[in-house]
């Protein structure tokens, strides 16, 4: 089957990767949904789904950056695995186009990918929820690790992170554009992710409706495996052989 992907990848002349959560548990940052992910636990008697609800944070952001100051505010720790630094590699050298993820961790930028598209948002800029003033992940981080909840230095106001909550609509714009990305794509590759948050999810099928091919690498089955031209399940082992094969030993 590697062999067989190496072949897909050296035949593409345009080939998109689409990444999820298990990307970045390879750096040791929990899953969402797969065994011991977020989605599977409470945080003090609250679901994920609520504690990332616009309407929960609306009412009190303090239950959110409780929550975050866990996960999304110390991402400083955290460093690229194996996927994200051979993305980045391919890209350098031509082999693929374009990243879009569904994760919030920005480790695709941090491993040196240039063209990161980022389909839930992003917490690199946070928004004032009042007057629109802006601040930066970093200055956002550190309030936040003391135990506080940014604000607006203009106003007051309560500062949003600029990621896709439950009862926010994907960006329109960039939806469209990842369909057309998709559509053009000779080859996807879907990493690490279970496919199941819609709209997004249903993007690759974009790629197999005219003409592409799909890969699929995810340890959990996902709903589009039945239409992958190649479906392995270890990121790391699959990896770490296309590694040898960017570097071979001389």
């Known amino acids: 089957m590697i062999d067989m992907l190496k072949q897909l990848l050296q035949g593409s002349k345009r080939t998109v990767a689409f990444t999820g959560a298990g990307v970045s548990t390879l750096s040791g940052i929990r899953d969402f949904r797969g065994t ?4 599977t636990s409470q945080w003090h008697g609250m679901y994920v789904e609520d504690l990332l609800s616009l309407d929960t944070f609306q009412t009190d952001p ?33 082999m693929i186009t374009d990243v879009y993820t569904q ?48 604000r607006c230095l203009v106003c007051g106001g309560v500062m949003k992170p600029d990621i896709i909550f439950y009862g926010e609509q994907l960006e329109p714009t960039l939806l469209d554009q990842a369909y057309r990305d998709m559509a053009n ?3 996807v590759l879907v990493l690490g992710s279970s496919l199941t948050v819609q709209p997004a999810a249903s993007l690759p099928m974009a790629t197999y409706y005219h003409g592409g091919r799909l890969v699929i690498v995810n340890s ?22 296309l590694d040898r094969w960017l570097h071979p030993v001389t």
């Open 62 to 94: 303090s239950l959110f950056y409780g929550w975050a100051r866990e996960f999304l505010y110390c991402l400083d720790q955290y460093q690229p695995s194996i996927v994200h630094t051979v993305l980045s590699n391919m890209e350098q050298r031509g």
């Open 36 to 39: 011991g992910g977020f989605y």
């Open 185 to 187: 794509a000779d080859l």
């Open 220 to 241: 959990q089955e996902t709903p589009l495996d039945k239409y992958a031209k190649i479906r392995l399940y270890d990121l790391q082992e699959t990896f770490t052989e």
């Open 103 to 150: 994760n919030i961790d920005m480790l695709h930028q941090k491993a040196g990918t240039g063209k990161v598209w980022e389909i839930h948002g992003s917490p690199q800029s946070h928004h004032c929820t009042a007057c629109g003033g802006s601040a930066s992940y970093a200055e956002v981080a550190s309030i936040v690790q003391e135990g506080g909840i940014p």
